[in-house]
């Protein structure tokens, strides 16, 4: 499992580390963290404080977003994930609680987290 964002990459990240990573998002400068497994792809964009996209692909051609436990809206914001903007609809919007469940359970077990509702795309 390699973790790569914004500040570089990581071979083998602890649960600390990802946290850590994820937590200092802030939608400016440090704006995505990504997880890499040998048939997985996983990441975090956007802001910590600000809110979260969390998107995964299994590698089974299915792509997933994580759902917002506050809202359902499709109203769209802007979103800078890997240094780019996007317009996401809210209800994609994650807290970093969230993120964070989502991510740890991934680098764990290279699957969706149970705990985290997730919508396919």
Do not use: C
Request: proline residues 3%; negative net charge.
């Amino acid at each position: 499992m390699a973790w790569d964002g914004d500040d570089g990459e990581v071979v083998d990240p602890s649960v600390g580390e990802l946290e850590r990573r994820i937590r200092a998002l802030d939608g400016e400068h440090l704006t995505i963290v990504t997880l890499q497994s040998e048939t997985g792809y996983f990441a975090v964009g956007g802001s910590a404080a600000n809110g979260l996209v969390v998107f995964a692909d299994l590698g089974d051609g299915d792509f997933w977003s994580a759902l917002s436990p506050v809202t359902s809206s499709t109203t769209m914001v802007t979103v800078v994930a890997g240094g780019q903007p996007g317009d996401y609809e809210e209800r994609l919007m994650t807290t970093v609680e969230v993120a964070i469940a989502a991510a740890t359970h991934f680098l764990a077990s290279q699957a969706l987290s149970p705990e985290v509702e997730w919508t396919k795309n």
